[in-house]
């Protein structure tokens, strides 16, 4: 069901950037997208990990992404809220580009 959540939240922003930064697609692709990551970690470490002392800048800005989306400022919204994201999920992505880079050592993969 989280990951379902976390897909449709997504696809939900993908589309309403593409539809010019409609605010009421980017609202539900945004709660969707927090509702399916308490599902998959659970509340109590989401809960955790948006309001540790050394992230509470980037939790600001992605929640105050949020609600300026919610206000009906798309473009502004997300703006805060991609700082937000990448503030929160900097220590991430080391690891996520490293796994992009092991790709190469499938053998199928390797030949595309």
């Known amino acids: 069901i989280g990951v379902g959540l ?22 539900f692709g945004n709660l969707l997208f927090l509702s399916g990551l308490v599902f998959i970690i659970g509340f109590r470490r989401t ?23 919610l206000m009906r400022w798309p473009i502004l919204g997300m703006l805060l809220e991609a700082y937000g994201f990448i503030s929160l999920f900097r220590s991430f ?11 190469a050592n499938i053998p199928l993969l390797s030949q595309v």
């Open 6 to 27: 976390v897909g449709f939240g997504l696809f939900f922003l993908l589309f309403g950037v593409l539809l010019y930064f409609d605010s009421v697609l980017m609202a």
């Open 47 to 69: 809960f955790t990990f948006f309001f540790q002392r050394s992230k509470m800048k980037g939790t600001s800005f992605f929640f105050g992404g949020l609600i300026v989306v």
């Open 93 to 103: 992505f080391p690891v996520a580009f490293g796994f992009l880079g092991s790709l």
